[in-house]
């Protein structure tokens, strides 16, 4: 049944043959990974407006220069990611960068920001999408976490599917919100230089104020520069375009940065023109469609689905590029090698289910609250872009190609202002950004950890070919095989039978408890009738203990195996049903056993199974 159910879900599995049609062409690129970027201007101006508010309206028309500093940042980091596709085509992005340039430690923690921050991405676009549902249909505002939950949910089953089919969905929803916001700002914009819109400015460019000062201008910016978030996920992902592989993703990254500065410089030029106050109720995004559409008419209910949809599928950036950059740092043994398991689709399943477990969690801990994650959502993307923009000055520097300084001054502009944002925001966001000062050194530790458990491992299975260090060996000379006894079954019975072909010395061992002296004996008669030239040994345990009678069983026959140099090996006779929800109607002994015997080196640990035919 459950394996029906997936293959409704998910679809039939694809051959590893298959893996050259999933990749991307740049039409389908874009709606995969441009998807959170794009969206972003559904809330980066009301970032800008709600911080400046703080000062009074007054202090709004300083959104202007301030949208023209996040566009000058967005120029540097698209000119430096381009420069990031060529020069580490393989995938990877700010945390191969960093790695390579700044070191190991350095590189893990712009892959830890990264990996935090994708599931960030995916929370906060799914908020923002239930915000965005709430504000079309108020009656719905009760439902927001559970609303954003299974927009989470919605996505993760798609992208289970598969990278294109993944690619061919988001086709919709991204293009069409492309055109939507195209059609509201032209017309606004139109309507604005035409006069049909009035000037509502709350105060004239360059309108001085008590409150202005240069803290309240970077709190703005900060939040003002979320609007860039997602930009880096194409660089992650090079390995899923069409080759050349590296021409299409930077031309789809080119194609994106042009998309969302016209979006971002639309929405913030009308939010001021038309003097727009962020407010609990309603969007600045639905006040704009609005005014620009003359009402909540049909015009503003297209802008708000649309909206609607680009959040949402905002998410699957980070289902794209979480598990591209999980498979990166599992490479480099830093995650476990189940990252590396492609799924039935040839999708990376365990980096998305990781995902969407991570973005739930964080959805539930904020509330689905959209402007309680974005300063923390921020803080893990320039924090990364600040190492990976400086890296590359290191990359140009050592290599030296043609044109190399001015690529060296270009990744200085963007790493200078990724630095001073990610400082803001530290001196500004405290409240909410010192969760990332707590989760990176758990999340290095935990890296750091594994890498040396794999090194580990690798130094003591690698044989070693060398004079006098070889692997040590043993010679037996026979095998000891202990069966562990319930009761008299089929079961038992087929064990021992094996146990003898296998072993030179079978010994049956039985736990009994006070509980009937009387079929305890009964099935210790009817075990000598059965097997007379097998051992059988009943060991009585007063607490209903059966693990540690066990142990130490088998601790006394192991020392007089090794008087005989045999080998000893466990065999736990286990019967299994034919549905495997029955399994939860028997008691597990026998894995509580296995899990005793597996801490044991001088033991081998073998299962017999008796499959049931009803």
Known sequence: MFENIKRTLIGKPLKTLDE????????????????????????????ITTALLAAGAVALWLQIPIALLVLVLLAAIVMSYRQIIHAYPSGGGAYAVAS????????????????????????????????????????????????????????????????????????????????????????????????????????????????LSLVLFMRAFSSGSSSLTGVEAISNAVPNFKKPKEKHAAATLATMAVILATFFGGITFLSYWLGITPNSKSTVLSQIAAITFGGYHVGFYIVQFATAMILAVAANTGFSAFPMLALNLARDKYLPHLYMDRGDRLGYSNGILSLAFGAIVLIMIFHGSTDALIPLYAVGVFVPFTLSQSGMIIHWWRIKPQNWVVKAIINFIGAFISAVLVITLFATRIEHVWPYLFIMPMILFMFLKIKHHYMSIGKQLRLQYLKNDNAERHHYDGATVIVLVSNITKVTMEAVDYAQSIGDYVVAMHVSFDVNPKKELKTSTQFKLDFPDVRYVDIHS???????????????????????????????????????????????????????FAAREDISVSTYYYHLSE
Not at 28 to 47: F, H, I, M, N, Q
Not at 158 to 177: D, I, K, Q, T
Request: aromatic share 8%.
């Open 20 to 47: 050259g049609g999933q990749s991307l062409s740049k039409t389908k690129a874009l709606a995969l990974l441009s998807s959170d970027a794009l969206s972003s201007v559904a809330y980066g101006t009301e970032s």
């Open 100 to 211: 390579e340039n700044w070191g190991a430690k350095a590189g893990l923690i712009a892959g830890g920001s990264l990996l935090v921050d994708y599931m960030l991405t995916v929370a906060v676009s799914a908020s923002a999408a239930a915000d965005a549902i709430t504000a079309a249909f108020p009656a719905t505002l009760p439902f927001t976490v559970p609303l954003s939950i299974i927009i989470v949910l919605l996505l993760t089953g798609m992208n289970l599917r598969g990278l294109r089919e993944s690619a061919n969905f988001l086709m919709v929803p991204v293009y069409f919100f492309i055109v939507v916001m195209v059609s509201m700002i032209a017309w606004g914009v139109f309507q604005a230089l035409t006069g049909q819109l009035p000037y509502h400015a709350a105060a004239k460019i360059g309108t001085s104020f008590s409150g």
């Open 542 to 596: 007063s607490y209903r203990s059966i693990v540690k009678p066990s142990l130490s069983f088998v601790d006394a026959v192991v020392k007089q195996a090794k008087k005989r140099n045999h080998s000893v090996t466990v065999l736990i006779p286990q019967f299994v049903p034919k549905q495997p929800w029955q399994n939860i109607l028997h008691n597990q002994n026998s894995l509580r056993l296995r899990a005793a």
